[in-house]
C-alpha cells in the first residue's frame, strides 16, 4: 500500500478505497485526506477557548478554596496543572496531525486492531460523564432563563427526585439541542467552535466588572489568606487537587488526535493549542474567583455559579443576553470535549454499524444515565473522587500511547495496516497484552489506595489497600508515568516479531508529492 507524504508531517494514503472493504473501516474512521485537513492555528487556539470557557471551570476554584486554599493557590494550581497536561496533549496530538486518524485508530498501533476498543470504551465512559455534568449545568441555565420571564410558578414548581420538575424538563430540552449539533457532523461543531469561544469570556467579564463597582473592589476572598498558609497542610491538600486540575482535561490528552487529524500542520495545531489552553482556563478561573469575592459584598455570601449570579440582575433583557451566551458557550464545550470522542470510540467498536452521528447519541444517553447531579454535589466527590479516578484511568492510557509513537514506533506508522485484520497491527487475533497488562498494574497502583477524607465519600478512609494510600494523591502522575514505562518496558522484553518492520516498510512505501 503506498502512501502520499505532503511534509515530513503529513501523510495519507494513494488509494483509499483499497481499505473500505476492511471490518475495521468506515467513512468516520477513515483518514483524513491531505484536501481535507484544514484546520489552522486559529481553529485549535478556538477549540480550546471554547472548551476551557465551561462553566465547571469558572467555578474550578471554588472547590479549592472551599477545602482551604487561597483563591491565588487555587489559581496557581489550576494553572500548573494545565500546563503539566499540555505535554502528553501535544504528545499525542501529532499522530493524528501526521496520519489523519482519529484516536481509536490510533490506539491500534499500541493495543491491536481489537484490543484497541478498550482504551477507547474506557475514554468513552469518562467522556460521557463529563458530557452529564455539562448538560446539568446547560439546563440549570435554560431553567433560570425560563423562570426570569414564567416567575415563580416556574421556579418553585414541584419536586421530582429533589429538584424541579422545570429543571429536569430544562435539562431534556438541553441535551436535545445538543443532540441536534451532533446530528449534523463534526464540521458544523468547528463553525460553532470558531464563533462561539469568545461568548462566556465576554460575559464572565461583565459579570466581574459590574460586581467590582459594586462592591467597590474585589471583596473580601481577594485579600483573604490561606486558611493553609504554605506549610504542610497545603502541600498534602496541593498534590491531590493538582492531579484533579491536570484530570480536568486528562480526556482531551487521550483522544486529542480526533481533532489535530484535521490540521493544515504540526506547527498549526502545536501553537494553536499552546495559546488556547494554560493562558485561558488561568485567566477564566481567576475571574470567577475574584467576581465571586466580589458577591460577598454585594449579596452577603459567596455566589461561584454565574447562572445563579446573572439572575439576579434586575434588567431581562441583560439576563437573556448572558445566559443564551452561556447555553451556547456550553454546547461548545460540551460537545467538542465530550461527544466527539466518544462518538469516534463507540464506532470504532462496530465500525460498520455505528457512525460518528449513531456514536455521539450513544454518548449521550449514557451522560444521563451517569447521573451527573450526583456528581456535582460536594468538592470532594467531585475533585477527588470523579476527577481522580477519571484522570488515572486516562492518564495510563496516554502513557500507553505516547510510550508507543514516540519511544517504540519512532512517529511511524502503517497507515493501511491501522485499518487491516491480520496485518502488523493484530497481535493475537487482535490484542496486544502488553500495553493491556500495564493498564491493569498502574490501575492498581493508582487506584487501589483511593480514599475518601474520614470516610465522607465513596471510598474507605484508609483505601482499599492502605500501603498504596499516598499513591491515590498522585494517581494521574503515576498512571502516565507508569504508562510508558511499563508499556516501553514489555515492549522491550517481549517484542513483537512485526512490530519494527511494519514501521520500516511503511517509510519505504511512501512517495513525494
Not at 292 to 303: D, E, K, L, Q, R
Request: contains cysteine.
Amino acid at each position: 500500500m503506498r502512501a502520499n507524504e505532503r511534509t515530513s508531517a503529513q501523510v495519507e494514503l494513494s488509494d483509499p478505497s483499497s481499505i473500505e472493504g476492511s471490518p475495521l473501516y468506515n467513512e468516520d474512521l477513515a483518514p483524513v485526506p491531505l484536501s481535507r485537513r484544514t484546520w489552522g492555528t486559529y481553529n485549535y487556539a478556538a477549540l480550546w477557548m471554547g472548551i476551557a470557557h465551561g462553566i465547571p471551570t469558572y467555578y474550578l476554584a471554588s472547590g479549592l478554596i472551599g477545602l482551604g486554599m487561597s483563591w491565588y493557590q487555587a489559581v496557581m494550581t489550576i494553572a500548573l496543572g494545565n500546563l503539566i497536561v499540555l505535554g502528553p496533549i501535544l504528545l499525542n496530538s501529532h499522530a493524528g496531525t501526521k496520519y489523519g486518524i482519529p484516536y481509536p485508530v490510533f490506539a491500534r498501533a499500541a493495543f491491536g486492531t481489537l484490543g484497541a476498543n478498550v482504551p477507547a470504551l474506557m475514554r468513552a465512559l469518562s467522556a460521557c460523564g463529563w458530557f452529564g455534568i455539562q448538560t446539568w449545568i446547560g439546563g440549570q441555565a435554560i431553567y433560570t432563563i425560563t423562570g426570569a420571564f414564567a416567575g415563580d410558578a416556574w421556579l418553585n414548581a414541584g419536586e421530582v427526585w429533589g429538584h424541579p420538575k422545570t429543571l429536569w424538563l430544562s435539562f431534556a430540552v438541553f441535551w436535545l439541542l445538543q443532540i441536534a449539533l451532533i446530528v449534523r457532523g463534526i464540521e458544523s461543531i468547528r463553525r460553532l467552535e470558531n464563533w462561539s469561544a469568545p461568548l462566556i469570556l465576554v460575559v464572565a467579564a461583565f459579570l466581574l466588572v459590574w460586581m467590582v463597582l459594586q462592591a467597590d473592589g474585589f471583596g473580601p476572598l481577594a485579600t483573604e489568606p490561606s486558611k493553609l498558609g504554605w506549610g504542610a497542610d497545603f502541600w498534602l491538600l496541593f498534590a491531590p487537587s493538582l492531579m484533579g486540575m491536570i484530570a480536568y482535561f486528562a480526556t482531551m490528552s487521550v483522544n486529542i488526535a480526533d481533532f489535530t487529524r484535521y490540521s493544515k500542520g504540526q506547527r498549526e495545531q502545536m501553537i494553536g493549542q499552546s495559546l488556547g489552553l494554560p493562558p485561558t482556563i488561568t485567566l477564566f478561573s481567576m475571574i470567577g474567583a475574584l467576581t465571586t469575592s466580589a458577591t460577598i459584598v454585594v449579596y452577603g455570601h459567596a455566589i461561584w455559579d454565574p447562572v445563579e449570579l446573572v439572575s439576579r440582575f434586575s434588567n431581562p433583557v441583560v439576563v437573556v443576553f448572558a445566559l443564551l451566551c452561556v447555553i451556547v458557550a456550553t454546547i461548545a464545550v460540551n460537545v467538542a470535549a465530550n461527544v466527539v470522542g466518544p462518538a469516534f470510540d463507540f464506532s470504532n467498536a462496530l465500525p460498520r454499524f455505528i457512525s460518528f452521528r449513531t456514536g455521539g447519541v450513544i454518548a449521550g444517553v449514557i451522560g444521563i444515565l451517569m447521573q451527573p447531579w450526583r456528581l456535582l454535589s460536594s468538592p470532594e466527590l467531585y475533585i477527588f473522587s470523579w476527577l481522580g479516578v477519571t484522570g488515572a484511568v486516562l492518564g495510563s492510557v496516554a502513557g500507553v500511547l505516547a510510550a508507543e509513537y514516540w519511544l517504540l514506533r519512532k512517529r511511524q506508522l502503517d497507515l493501511a495496516g491501522l485499518y487491516t485484520r491480520g496485518g502488523p497491527y493484530e497481535y493475537a487475533k487482535g490484542f496486544n497484552w502488553r500495553p493491556l497488562l500495564t493498564l491493569g498494574i498502574v490501575l492498581f497502583l493508582s487506584l487501589a489506595g483511593a480514599y475518601s477524607e474520614n470516610g465522607n465519600g465513596p471510598f474507605p478512609a484508609d483505601g482499599f489497600v492502605p500501603f498504596l494510600k499516598p499513591l491515590f494523591d498522585y494517581g494521574w502522575a503515576v498512571a502516565f508515568l507508569g504508562g510508558i514505562a511499563l508499556h516501553t518496558a514489555f515492549s522491550r522484553l517481549f517484542p513483537h516479531r512485526a512490530a519494527v518492520p511494519a514501521a520500516v516498510e511503511e517509510e519505504k512505501d511512501r512517495i513525494t508529492v
